[in-house]
């Protein structure tokens, strides 16, 4: 019984496509700027490779950065995934 209710919940579920990598890369450009523009200190700590791709951000920042941005691009795509959309 407890098995048939939980295949009829079965979340809808996606792909991968173009459309998905888009939404992703969409959402960490933005926050990187949502980064850049509020990180007391961007500049502290282990500087990165070629920094000047990353707006002059440490590592920390660009990790943090990344992270905020997944978050956002998970949520992103799984919104849109249940819309229908992607």
């Given amino acids: 019984m407890m098995t048939t209710l939980l295949a009829a919940a079965d979340p809808a579920t ?8 888009m939404v ?7 926050a990187y700027a949502i980064a850049r523009a509020n990180i007391a200190k961007p500049n502290e700590g282990f500087e990165i490779p070629n920094a000047q791709y990353f707006g002059g951000m440490s590592h920390a920042s660009v ?23 992607l």
């Fill in 14 to 21: 996606f792909t991968w496509s173009p459309k998905v990598a």
């Fill in 24 to 30: 992703m890369i969409a959402c960490n450009v933005l």
């Fill in 63 to 85: 990790v943090a950065a990344n992270c905020l941005g997944h978050v956002l691009g998970i949520g992103t795509i799984l919104g849109l995934a249940a819309r229908g959309v």
